[in-house]
């Protein structure tokens, strides 16, 4: 059949392959060790993962209720009072979501109209100018300052106006590695108040912060928290990313709106998972210890490519870290970035893709969510170059 006697029209005609994708691939094709994508290379806990059997075999393999299960619900709300103070209804204000992504997409699709604008903070993950486009919206984008990537607050107040529908933030930052400050969120707080834009906080890596950097939840702040949707994920927390599961918590009156799209999206989320999730959850111990964890991992790989020629600083948060090459090489980060896949074996993410108008810094990015031989054998590489 000839599709081209429709005369289609993309909603996204410009939409390249995911640099992630392309990554990876290349990964695969030249045999080399992928540091690229963000994912581990370990499992799950096994209790967890037998929690999911004993669902499966409990018999909770049909439909959950549209918003989650309330044990589920529940026991979140507990999570987010005992961090972060606020106080969220289980049944009215809290949905589970077929991943972060979902809920960034849904929480998009419920709000943006055609021609609203959205602040988007470059460089940014690579779901959300698509999700804005899909709806008609504008992404307006601001680009974070230095090689820091740190935020210029009276930059960002200019930039809103009666257009302005929504600000996406992301804390902790991927691809940076920066958490936001409380003096960055009491910066954000300022500028949004007396107004009515809706604040989409993306905090996957809430769990992964280090040395003596803090999570600033945008549910720890009232005003900011009376116009937010707070999104998260169990993949990234319980090195689980293929299961697609997480949440969104959000005023009632926001929440409302986001579950008739959410209904009419995926209706209701993976049920053995939530039952799964909601007796794994009632330890904190599950989440609290996923920061030393990783910061052990950082520091393993850090300390081994301690000789090479590439510059860094610690990062902050996530799972990620910045590679500065640019003592070793003129060359754009993305053109590297494939050198180093097909002629020294490691894959990773040029950072350029993610930033306003390609603005090349010479960074990559690297993913330290792997065993340590995996570490071990990237940092060899690394020295080498």
Request: aromatic residues 10%.
């Amino acid at each position: 059949m000839n599709s081209s006697a429709h005369h289609l029209t993309s909603k996204l005609p410009q939409l390249p392959e995911s640099i992630f994708s392309t990554m990876s691939n290349l990964a695969k094709e030249h045999n080399a060790i992928n540091i690229s994508q963000g994912f581990p290379n370990f499992e799950p806990d096994p209790t967890l993962i037998q929690l999911v059997t004993k669902s499966m075999k409990d018999g909770y393999n049909q439909y959950a209720p549209l918003g989650g299960i309330y044990p589920l619900r529940e026991v979140i709300a507990q999570k987010i009072e005992l961090l972060y103070g606020a106080k969220y209804h289980p049944q009215s204000e809290i949905t589970i979501t077929v991943g972060a992504t979902q809920a960034i997409f849904t929480a998009i699709s419920a709000f943006v109209w055609p021609n609203d604008e959205v602040i988007v903070l470059k460089p940014a993950y690579d779901c959300y100018e698509p999700a804005i486009i899909a709806n008609g919206g504008i992404p307006v984008l601001i680009q974070l300052s230095g090689k820091d990537y740190q935020v210029d607050w009276d930059d960002f107040k200019a930039h809103l106006n009666e257009k302005t529908r929504m600000v996406i933030i992301n804390t902790p930052h991927n691809p940076s590695g920066r958490v936001f400050s409380k003096s960055d969120m009491l910066a954000l707080q300022n500028c949004l108040k007396d107004t009515n834009i809706i604040l989409l906080s993306d905090e996957v890596y809430e769990h992964i912060v280090f040395d003596s950097n803090t999570h600033e939840s945008a549910s720890k702040y009232p005003d900011l928290a009376s116009r937010s949707f707070v999104c998260a994920s169990f993949g990234k927390t319980f090195h689980a990313t293929g299961w697609k599961m997480g949440y969104c918590a959000a005023p009632a009156e926001l929440m409302q709106e986001f579950q008739k799209i959410h209904e009419f999206n995926v209706f209701c989320v993976n049920h053995p998972f939530q039952r799964a999730l909601a007796e794994y959850l009632k330890e904190p111990a599950h989440y609290l210890n996923l920061s030393p964890f990783y910061q052990e991992k950082r520091d393993l790989f850090l300390n081994a490519i301690q000789g090479s020629r590439f510059r860094f600083t610690p990062t902050q948060g996530t799972y990620f870290q910045l590679l500065d090459y640019s003592e070793i090489t003129d060359e754009n980060d993305l053109d590297f970035a494939l050198r180093l896949v097909k002629d020294s074996g490691i894959a990773c993410i040029p950072i350029s893709v993610f930033n306003k108008d390609l603005a090349d810094n010479k960074q990559i990015r690297v993913c330290f969510a792997k065993t340590s031989e995996t570490l071990l054998k990237a940092a060899e590489i690394i020295i080498s170059i």
